[in-house]
């Protein structure tokens, strides 16, 4: 049955079922891909790669540009949130989070971002393009694209788990 022909209370629970699964698949997805990648133990009780944080320093208002650039393309497309979530996975599956996933063809080679299984399939390359923009405005040669992959996927789930708490409160 189509949401279309449900009456409205059913619409709603169809939408809240909906909005349920896609968080619980991000969530699972984020904390198997990432959390191996994102936030590895190091030896000795020390941080190595990136660790809530890790910016605070410098680049301080980089957790705030992103959030911001999400706010806006989740907001234009609610999608948007599980397919950020989705290029970080596919970023990470091949060698690891290393952001290969956002380069474009070259002479020599085909890309991950257009081999066969990710070609015309991945979406969100723009609002990754934009964030990087912004952050290099404020922090120049800063923030790394494998950590503002990682940094969208996280803010993506956390944007989309306060819009289900919304939705519950009403």
Not at 14 to 26: D, Q
Not at 53 to 80: H, T, W
Not at 84 to 96: I, K
Request: proline share 4%; with cysteine; net charge positive.
């Amino acid at each position: 049955m189509q949401p279309s022909s449900l009456p409205n209370k059913k619409k709603t629970r169809w939408k809240m079922a909906s909005l349920r699964l896609i968080f619980s698949f991000m969530v699972v997805a984020l904390l198997c891909c990432s959390q191996l990648e994102a936030f590895p133990a190091g030896g000795g009780g020390g941080h190595f790669g990136l660790f809530p944080g890790f910016y605070e320093f410098s680049c301080p208002q980089a957790n705030e540009i992103i959030m911001s650039v999400l706010e806006n393309a989740i907001a234009k497309d609610s999608r948007m949130a599980a397919s950020l979530l989705r290029l970080h996975f596919h970023d990470c599956f091949v060698q690891g989070c290393d952001a290969s996933v956002l380069l474009d063809n070259s002479k020599n080679i085909v890309s991950e971002k257009n081999s066969g299984p990710n070609k015309n399939s991945l979406r969100g390359f723009e609002v990754i393009d934009e964030i990087k923009a912004k952050l290099e405005q404020v922090c120049p040669h800063t923030v790394s694209c494998s950590d503002i992959l990682a940094l969208a996927a996280r803010d993506s789930v956390v944007l989309v788990s306060h819009l289900l708490q919304s939705l519950k409160s009403n």
